[in-house]
Every structure is written in C-alpha cells, then in structure tokens.
C-alpha cells in the first residue's frame, strides 16, 4: 500500500532562509506525489505536483520538490522563506486504487523575523 | 471559476443528533472525496463518489454516509454523533478516473462541533 511519511512535525525557520520540509514516500508501483499548503482555518491548496515528467518540479510561491526515486523521498524546498509561508504542509501519494490521496501528518511551519 | 464551495463553514450539534454537510465541486468534475481533519489525526480519507456512485470508502463506522447527485454535488451525513466527531471535514473534487494525474482541488471546509 502506499503511504507517506513526514519527518519533523514541527520546522521553525528565521525569514530569509532556507526551508526543507521532509517527505518519504513508500510505493510499489511509480507513485504521483504532491505538496498542498494550508493556512488557518482554510482548506488545502495545491502547492505542486510529481507525475513522472522532470524530477524536480516548481511550484506556486517559490516552491520546489525534487523526486528521487533511489532515496524514495520527495523533499519540499524554498530558497528564501517569507512570513507569509507559515503555514502546515502536506505531502501525498495518488493510491492507484480507489482514486484517493493518502495524506502524511503534516508539517507546521514557522517562520521567525 | 468558482472552486469548491462548502456549506455550511461550522455547524454545532449535540451528541445523537445527524449533521449534513455539502459540496459543490468545480465544472467538469465528475469526483467528490471527503476527508476529516480532526485535532491530531490529520487527513483521514473517508469517502469517494463518482458519477453518482460511492467508489470508495475509509475506515470509518457506517453512520458515515453520503450521496452525489446528478449535478455532482455531494452531500456527507454524519448520524448519532460523537463528540469524537468534532472536526474539519473537507470536500474534494477532480476529474473523472482514468484523466491522469488525480488533482484533488480543495474547498476550504466545514467545521462541526458536537458538544
């Protein structure tokens, strides 16, 4: 069955610096991965998405990810945070059966000025 | 393009009573999903309807149930409620299976309280 896990439940990061957001995916066939953001009190919105094209994939607001399929992870990155990126992350895999996307735990993350 | 629309945005109930929830999905969408959020459980799946049909659904009691009708628009029932129950429920829609890529768009969910 596939399945995501997120390493750290909680990241605090100073404005300005790098944020790395952890994800390890478990799937036995090639898994669709994506990154959804969500901020108080709202629902979850698309961040970026893995579909077996190119590896690394941009996404909205100066995100990024990067498949690595020998390392079966699918880190989130951004070069510079900004206040406005806080907010909790969620890493998921596309289950081939039953059309659904299995959500990791999330990660909160905190952005200090 | 309206997004997917959620209604009502919080609702509180008391222990026993049924609560309803709806969703109308984006145009074109022929696939609902809901999913509960609750405090420390994170996105738990629980149902899925496509074309008026349940494909799919979580490990959840049967007093979960829902339908989709002919526009698309679901509707999540939730019976004899628990407080356990008490949480974000968020609806879902995509394109119909088989079109790639299943691209979940979110709406920005209904909060039930049950006290």
């Known amino acids: 069955a596939q399945s995501v896990t997120q390493l750290g439940s909680h990241v605090s990061v100073s404005e300005g610096a790098l944020v790395l957001l952890r994800c390890n995916y478990s799937?036995?066939?090639?898994?669709?991965l994506f990154w959804y953001v969500q901020y108080p009190n709202q629902g979850l919105q698309l961040l970026l998405k893995y579909t077996s094209a190119a590896t690394l994939v941009k996404g909205i607001n100066g995100f990024e990810a990067e498949f690595k399929k020998s390392e079966t992870s699918f880190h989130l990155t951004k070069p510079s945070a900004h206040m406005s990126d806080a907010a909790e992350y969620f890493c998921?895999?596309?289950?081939?059966?039953?059309?659904?996307?299995?959500f990791g735990a999330g990660t909160i993350l905190r952005v200090k000025s | 393009e309206a997004g997917v629309t959620q209604s009502p945005t919080h609702l509180i109930k008391t222990r026993g009573q049924q609560a309803t929830l709806r969703c109308s999905p984006i145009s074109g969408h022929t696939s609902v999903y809901w999913y509960q959020q609750a405090l420390g459980l994170g996105l738990q799946f629980l149902l899925w309807y496509d074309e008026g049909e349940e494909r799919n659904r979580g490990n959840f009691p049967p007093r979960f149930s829902g339908r989709q009708f002919p526009n698309y628009s679901s509707e999540l029932n939730v019976n004899a409620l628990e407080l356990e129950d008490s949480a974000l429920y968020l609806c879902?829609?995509?394109?119909?299976?088989?079109?790639?890529?299943?691209?979940?768009?979110f709406g920005a969910g209904s909060r039930l309280t049950v006290l």
């Open positions: 879902a829609s995509s394109l119909p299976p088989g079109s790639g890529a299943n691209v979940l768009t």
């Open positions: 799937s036995s066939v090639p898994p669709y």
């Open positions: 998921a895999v596309s289950v081939t059966t039953g059309n659904k996307l299995v």
